[in-house]
């Protein structure tokens, strides 16, 4: 049933991304994001407030959607390329077992993101309001919903880079 479900939800991922406005679910863009993220590996609790002043990318993936996984490196190297100093990005694991997740991330070594689990999806269904993953939220410097996308397709990918720029420059000339 598993490998059915995977089947079907690549089938609908792939090359597919929905329109923002359909996507945000309870949030809305231009609305201020919300404080919980999860908990990071050693279960402390993550806050989108911790990061302010920066420009946040938001990704819910799980260690089962394949999509999902070939995401994971770009916005990896986008952080890299970006700098902390600028940019967080955080891959939110959704819904997954939180041995599942400690166990995919250690095997994953160094990387740039910051990884946090969202336990039985709890903060992604009810508070994001999301139905597939993956599902990327852009947050600006102030800490407001600048742009949400859902499925993953290389125009997703490729206009991921301008969306940040914009903001960006919105943040040093606003």
Request: with cysteine; proline share 3%; net charge positive.
């Amino acid at each position: 049933m598993r490998i059915l479900f995977s089947f079907i939800f690549i089938l609908f991922s792939i090359n597919y991304s929905i329109a923002d406005d359909d996507v945000v679910g309870k949030l809305k863009i231009g609305q201020m994001i919300p404080e919980a993220l999860g908990v990071d590996v050693d279960g402390n609790e993550i806050l989108a407030s911790n990061y302010r002043g920066k420009v946040m990318v938001i990704s819910f993936w799980a260690t089962w959607c394949p999509p999902c996984r070939k995401e994971l490196p770009i916005i990896d190297n986008l952080q890299k390329l970006a700098g902390e100093e600028r940019l967080k990005v955080l891959a939110v694991n959704f819904g997954e077992k939180k041995r599942t997740f400690k166990k995919f991330t250690e095997k994953l070594g160094k990387v740039n993101l910051e990884f946090t689990h969202d336990n039985k999806g709890k903060i992604g269904k009810k508070t994001y309001g999301i139905k597939a993953i993956p599902h990327m939220v852009i947050v600006d410097h102030e800490g407001k919903i600048a742009q949400v996308h859902s499925g993953y397709g290389d125009d997703t990918v490729n206009n991921l880079a301008n969306e940040i720029n914009s903001l960006f420059n919105k943040a040093t000339t606003g």
